[in-house]
């Protein structure tokens, strides 16, 4: 039976980048997207969303290189859920890992993202430990296995 793992976003960076020193480079960073819907009572909502994204070797370094808090990126990546223990305590953490990301540098997007947010790392919500990323594996070197 054939499955489909393929995750498409489109939304602004609201953390700063973390460069995790394991070897292999790796960047990993939130991401904010908005979901707008009408509900049955004919009002207009807004959901967001938090992801978290993983970068990997040539990827990362692009990451790296040109982006930044507050940035509007398109991603397509995959998801990938890990466990490990925190404070003794088995946890699981989803992240969408990036096979290809499209910078999108439009005035007006950065413009909403300022005037709208105002997230310090410490307020946005999630739960990231990335003690053991290296159990991460690439796109590279997935596809060899």
Do not use: C
Not at 18 to 47: D, H, M, P, Q, S
Not at 122 to 143: G, I, N, Q, R
């Amino acid at each position: 039976m054939k499955t489909l793992n393929e995750v498409r976003l489109l939304g602004f960076v609201v953390t700063d980048l973390i460069k995790l020193g394991k070897g292999k480079n790796t960047v990993t960073f939130r991401l904010k997207t908005v979901n707008k819907f009408k509900t049955a009572a004919g009002e207009y909502k807004e959901e967001e969303e938090f992801s978290n994204i993983v970068a990997f070797d040539s990827v990362a370094d692009n990451v790296e290189q040109y982006i930044q808090k507050g940035d509007t990126v398109y991603i397509e990546g995959r998801l990938h859920t890990r466990a490990f223990l925190k404070n003794s305590i088995p946890t699981d953490i989803t992240e969408i890992v990036v096979n290809s990301i499209t910078f999108i540098n439009v005035a007006k997007y950065k413009k909403e993202f300022e005037e709208k947010n105002t997230y310090k790392p410490e307020e946005v919500p999630f739960l990231m430990d990335f003690s053991d990323v290296k159990e991460v594996s690439d796109t590279a070197s997935t596809a060899k296995e």
